[in-house]
């Protein structure tokens, strides 16, 4: 799996001109789903996630969890994370795991964050969606399932 993950002070999807999500102060999360991803990877990431101190504390060093924080998550499916570029003018996603097994990590992967006590909103997944956000710092992370889970 992979996860780019923006600390953000709000953030909506919206469907079709309708808001089908959005939170205020925490995490805006695009996540994308490889073809051997499994559910360590949902469990691993999720964990990760809702720990990684990236909130300031009152000295305004980045100490504090989303889940020390109280911060949400807005979660929005993203296959083209896998999008392979190096060839050619156009991307393949031939690394991005089929759209029933994207959904089914997905949606598991959004179920475990809820487990842990945050609040998640979603987008559609296979949906066109048009996502805003206002960047909290910018603050920007990289995640990605560790490869000895492979």
């Known amino acids: 799996m992979r996860i780019v993950l923006q ?3 709000q953030s909506s999807v919206t469907v079709n001109n309708e808001v089908v999500g959005e939170i205020g102060h925490g995490f805006m999360l695009l996540v994308g789903i490889t073809h051997e991803d499994s559910e360590a990877d ?4 999720a964990e990760k996630l809702v720990n990684t101190r990236i909130f300031e504390d009152e000295d305004g060093k980045m100490n504090l ?3 020390q ?3 949400a998550i807005l979660s929005v499916s993203q296959f083209t994370l896998y ?3 190096r060839k050619g003018r156009r991307p393949n996603f ?3 795991a089929k759209p029933d097994r994207a959904k089914e990590l997905y949606e598991q992967f959004n179920r475990k964050l809820r487990e ?3 609040q998640v ?3 559609i997944f296979g949906a066109m969606m048009d996502v805003s956000l206002i960047n909290d710092g910018p603050v920007t992370l990289i995640l990605e399932s560790p490869i000895e889970n492979k």
């Open 7 to 9: 600390r953000v002070k």
């Open 42 to 45: 949902v469990d691993y990431l």
């Open 65 to 67: 969890s989303l889940l």
């Open 69 to 71: 924080v109280g911060g």
């Open 83 to 85: 999008g392979d570029i």
């Open 94 to 96: 031939m690394a991005a």
């Open 116 to 118: 842990k006590g945050v």
């Open 121 to 123: 909103e979603t987008g």
